[in-house]
C-alpha cells in the first residue's frame, strides 16, 4: 500500500427507504433507534442512530407509527402517502362547511380505503389524515371508535 496525501471524494447518494431497528430505551426519558438506509436498488448506504427524547419521546405511547414518523422527521425524510386518498379527502372538504373533515367523509374515506382491502400505504395514509386534518369533534368520534390505525 501506498500512502498519499488524504483527498475528500463526494459521491451522491439517493436514499430511497429507511429500516428502523429495535430501540434501546431509558425508561421513562428516551429511547435511540439505529436506522439503515438503503438506495433505490434496495443497497446499504449508511447508518444512523436516532435519539428520540423529552416531548416527542412522552407522545410515543404505544403508537409506532408516531415513532417512526418522529425518526423520519429527525433524518429529514418524508414518508410516502397515497397522493389519490389525500386528493380525495381534500376534495370532499373544500368548498364544504368550515373545511374539517364531517363524520359523512370519515365514513366515505374508509369506505373507499375498505373497499379492495386496505394496504400499509392507505393504513399509513389514513394515519397522516387522521393526525394532520381537521376534523368535527363527531367525525373523530365516529373514526376512533369504527376504525383501529
Known sequence: ?????????????????????EGQIVLNKSVKFPVKKFDENGKFVG????????????????????????VLKILGF?????KDLISMVENLISGQGDGRISRTNAKTLIDLAKS????????????YIRNNFNWTDAAEKWFDENYLL
Not at 500500500?1 to 431497528?21: D, L, Q, R
Not at 379492495?116 to 394515519?127: A, P
Open 1 to 21: 500500500m501506498i500512502k498519499i496525501k488524504p483527498i475528500e471524494i463526494v459521491t451522491k447518494t439517493t436514499i430511497a427507504a429507511v429500516e428502523i431497528g
Open 78 to 82: 418524508e414518508k410516502v402517502y397515497d
Open 116 to 127: 379492495e382491502g386496505v394496504t400499509e400505504l392507505e393504513k399509513d395514509t389514513i394515519y
Open 47 to 70: 447508518a444512523d442512530m436516532v435519539d428520540i427524547s423529552g416531548v416527542d419521546y412522552n407522545k410515543w405511547s404505544t403508537d409506532d407509527r408516531y415513532i417512526i414518523n418522529a
